[in-house]
Antibody, heavy 114, light 108 residues
Framework: EIQLVESGGGFIQPGGSLRLSCAVS????????VTWVRQAPGKGLEWVSV???????NYADSVKDRFTVSRDSSDNTVFLQMDSLRAEDTAAYFC????????WGQGTPVTVSS | QAVVTQEPSLTVSPGGTVTLTCDSR?????????PYWFQQKPGQAPRTLIS???NRQSWTPARFSGSLLGGKAALTLSGARPEDEAYYYC?????????FGGGTRLTV
């Protein structure tokens, strides 16, 4: 069974940092691409970042130069390092794995507020 | 970044057929955009229905189908059921970056 489990969310003040983790079981992150998606309260889905099987990465303009996606193949985990957080980064963050099928985690909430 | 548009809301009668579309402001949607369709019900995480234009996931009911239609990506629901009432989002690739549509609220 393929599962993606996010963790690391929480309450943080503006300007702070958080590191989200996406622990994957059932498929190999280094052979597939994994993307991060967020959803602000009451809003639609917003693409945040992707790490491809090649290791190439890409980011939405809204997070470029503040967020960094990476992976640890030994742990089969994908990370999202979020720096210089702003109030508008408040959202539920989901990781999505793209293999034969495409699988979503349950999300982890991030609240940026003073 | 590219803007991707969807109908804000649609209504379909139980047993009826409805087509949701996904349009790009900067040109026609093609298979090179690798269209995906996701379904989200209140209080739940989204789930994938369609990948790469028309590939159903192993859990996707056969009443859902994906296609390209008149320069747009399309999701057709044939034989709507009450449990299909949800938000539907399309997702397109633009040279390695990705963009979601604004979502369609489907009422059955």
């Amino acid at each position: 069974e393929i599962q993606l489990v996010e963790s690391g969310g929480g309450f943080i003040q503006p300007g702070g940092s958080l590191r989200l983790s996406c622990a994957v079981s059932g498929f190999t992150v280094s052979n597939n691409h994994v993307t991060w998606v967020r959803q602000a309260p009451g809003k639609g889905l917003e693409w945040v970042s992707v790490i491809y099987d090649s290791g190439d990465t890409n980011y939405a303009d809204s997070v470029k130069d503040r967020f960094t996606v990476s992976r640890d193949s030994s742990d089969n985990t994908v990370f999202l390092q979020m720096d210089s957080l702003r109030a508008e980064d408040t959202a539920a963050y989901f990781c999505v794995g793209f293999g034969g099928n495409s699988y979503w985690g349950q999300g982890t909430p991030v609240t940026v507020s003073s | 970044q590219a803007v991707v548009t969807q109908e804000p809301s649609l209504t379909v009668s139980p047993g009826g057929t409805v087509t949701l579309t996904c349009d790009s402001r900067i040109g026609s949607v093609t298979s090179r955009h690798h269209p995906y369709w996701f379904q989200q019900k209140p209080g739940q995480a989204p789930r994938t229905l369609i990948s790469d234009t028309s590939n159903r996931q192993s859990w996707t009911p056969a009443r859902f189908s994906g296609s390209l239609l008149g320069g747009k990506a399309a999701l057709t629901l044939s034989g709507a059921r009450p449990e299909d009432e949800a938000y539907y989002y399309c997702f397109l690739s633009f040279s390695g970056s990705w963009v979601f549509g604004g979502g369609t609220r489907l009422t059955v």
